[in-house]
């Protein structure tokens, strides 16, 4: 089987600076759920930029899907992050000055291809919150109203939408606590397994590590 | 794409600074339409007053001197003209009518025009139309009695006027007059229906009588002992023929004489007059009048200017703190162009907003003034709609907008570029 997403010999250089980033290889099969440790200063934005197309690879490879990503023109990348990946930040996710529901939809809004999947889109944006166990009181809210907690799964929610093949979470949990960084996972992974999708989960929280498929370690070498 | 509605609710999440700007931008579209309105009002309202007017004769002075007197009771006149000039005038094979105006006296400050019932039949206004009598006597009975008056519509509004109201003219145009023609009193014959002109401002009395009660005023004041009562009058009515009049207005049967007729009259020999066109008079009026159109036009556009570098301001003020905002629409699908098209749309729409608010600004402000105008100089705001041209101008100052914005779009465009996907604040 093609894994989904293989990351080969990338090495970038961020605009402005003469460290050369050399990121490990790494491979992600369909489904999987993956915990990468990534200490603080370990490449961890470099990966998730190159992952999501942000950024261009000074050499070589991510083939996501037998894609080369890196071959790919900006905006074809910017179309590939919107139709295939939903991001989770570590705080501050959402627009503060948009509803719950209208947070979670927005990536319909520049994916067709996601829309599509959700068939109806009010009716993916229900079924994700409740899903994420927030109760139907707070979907009219504006979202800077909800809690750090509630803000999270908010996000995991709107990641979710439209089933994208890969879930990248970026120390989602740092900003919980330890009861609260359970139930996400729990919650997390329940929604994922029922969207089929991939989950790439990178954090420095090494005690999260044994409820993952698979555990990673991200040491990027600066040269 | 539900651009406009991110915009619109980003907007809202700031709308304090927002609406300082829409205010902002709307206070300098206002005075930008309200010149330029005014302006073309002010104009029409003018033309309006002379429409059917083909010539005015006046004595000898600069035409726009004569149409300011004659017209609209603004300055007075320097001489007099006589009476055999009007007979001669008037009996002249090209002249359709010729109406004769005597001014020098006033009533609570309105001035008094002594004329002939020509005034009533002949003198047209506003699209080429008659004066019409709204209330009393019909037109061929008015001045059938010496001492009838007719008052224009603003006259009777404001004075509360009715028919039948006694009249005392006072001599002299002030608006306090210590000499009263107070032995003869005048009674309303007949009230004018509104014309939105000076004519409203008016007092109408026949020659005859404009000359009775100036018999033994020749001085300048009445001289104790001589003047007439009220029934010497009456019964000299007929040989009371006037010596002096101020201004002749003419029709011509056809617009063609008017230029021939000009240069006739002022190549008169028996006295120095002039004869003007009245809408080559306005012209020259407003070739003066132009520069300062000029300067509050130009202006009017640099507030307009500074109002889209306030929204400017705003925009890359805000800017930083929105950072965190485009990494999440970048990281959620948003292409850098979709959120540089995202800051132009929000200035489209603040821009458009100010445009609307102060098109109303300024129609409000017309609304406003345009009591004061028909008070003061007698001319009728009509608020029409803007022309196609103003629309045009409101449009291109729209666009100007848009451009404005693409600073701050170009900015945010590179930034979400190099900023990648981490949230920063």
Redesign the interface.
């Known amino acids: 089987m093609t894994p989904l997403l293989e990351l080969n010999g990338l090495r970038y250089t961020w ?1 402005g600076s003469d460290e050369v980033i050399a990121l490990p290889d790494i491979s992600l099969n369909k489904g999987e759920k993956v915990f990468l440790y990534g200490p603080s200063g370990s490449g961890k ?1 470099t990966l ?2 190159l992952i ?1 197309g ?2 261009k690879p000074d050499s070589g490879q991510v083939v996501f899907a037998g894609e080369r990503l890196d071959r790919l023109k ?2 074809r990348r ?2 590939f ?3 295939h990946l939903g ?1 989770i ?10 509803d719950v529901r ?1 947070n979670v939809a ?2 319909c ?3 067709k291809q996601r829309a599509q999947r959700c068939g109806d889109v009010d009716q993916a944006v229900e079924r994700l919150l409740m899903g994420m166990d927030l109760e139907s009181g707070l979907w009219s809210r504006r979202a800077d109203a909800l809690s750090v907690g509630q803000q999270q799964r908010v996000a995991a929610a ?1 990641a979710l939408i439209g089933e994208p093949d890969l879930i990248l979470a970026d120390e989602p949990t740092s900003a919980l606590d330890a009861d609260r960084r359970q139930v996400f996972i729990d919650l997390l992974f329940k929604q994922t397994e029922l969207s089929g999708s991939t989950l790439l989960f990178v954090s420095h929280e090494q005690d999260l590590a044994p409820r993952f498929d698979r555990t990673l370690s991200l040491e990027s070498v600066f040269v | 794409m539900k651009l406009i509605s991110l915009a619109w609710h980003s907007l809202l999440n700031r709308r304090f600074a927002v609406i300082l700007t829409v205010v902002t931008i709307a206070f300098s579209i206002g005075l930008l339409v309200m010149v330029e309105q005014l302006r073309q009002e002010v104009r029409q309202g003018f033309y309006r007053s002379v429409s059917g007017v083909d010539l005015i004769v006046g004595a000898r002075t600069a035409p726009i001197q004569l149409l300011l007197y004659s017209v609209f009771g603004i300055g007075s006149a320097t001489n007099n003209i006589d009476w055999q000039t009007f007979k001669e005038l008037e009996a002249l094979p090209e002249v359709d009518w010729a109406v004769p105006m005597a001014l020098g006296d006033s009533h609570q400050g309105y001035r008094v025009m002594g004329t002939t019932r020509a005034f009533f039949d002949s003198f047209q206004v506003g699209n080429q139309e008659p004066l019409t009598i709204a209330r009393g006597k019909h037109t061929e009975e008015i001045f059938g009695d010496l001492f009838d008056v007719v008052i224009g519509a603003q006259v009777a509004r404001k004075l509360g006027y009715d028919l039948g109201d006694a009249i005392v003219l006072s001599h002299g145009t002030g608006r306090v007059s210590l000499q009263a023609h107070d032995s003869l009193p005048f009674k309303v014959a007949a009230i004018l229906a509104p014309t939105g002109t000076p004519i409203d401002q008016q007092l109408y009395v026949s020659l005859s009588a404009h000359r009775a009660i100036h018999v033994g005023w020749e001085s300048g004041m009445q001289r104790p002992g001589t003047g007439l009562d009220a029934d010497q009058a009456r019964d000299r009515a007929d040989e009371l023929e006037p010596e002096t009049l101020t201004a002749i207005f003419l029709g011509l049967k056809t617009r063609a004489a008017v230029f021939g007729l000009q240069r006739r009259v002022n190549e008169y020999r028996v006295e120095p007059l002039s004869a003007i066109i009245p809408g080559i008079a306005l012209q020259e009026l407003w070739r003066i009048s132009g520069l300062a159109e000029q300067i509050l036009r130009v202006v009017a556009f640099l507030v307009v200017l500074t109002g889209l570098l306030g929204m400017l301001t705003v925009l890359l003020t805000t800017l930083n703190e929105r950072r965190r905002e485009m990494a999440i629409l970048r990281a959620n699908g948003a292409r850098p162009r979709q959120i540089a098209t995202l800051l132009v749309v929000e200035a489209g729409l603040i821009a458009f907003a100010g445009i609307l608010l102060g098109v109303g600004l300024a129609y409000a402000a017309q609304w406003a003034a345009a009591p004061v105008l028909l008070d003061r100089l007698g001319i009728y705001l009509s608020l029409g709609w803007p022309e196609a041209w103003q629309l045009g101008v409101l449009a291109l100052i729209w666009v100007a907008g848009l451009l404005v914005a693409l600073i701050p779009a170009s900015l945010a465009y590179r930034r979400t570029l190099a900023d990648g996907m981490q949230v920063r604040n």
């Open positions: 605009p934005s998730l930029a999501g942000l950024i900006g905006s910017d179309r992050r919107a139709d991001i930040f570590q705080q501050f996710n959402l627009l503060p000055w948009l209208s927005l990536p809004q520049f994916s709107r």
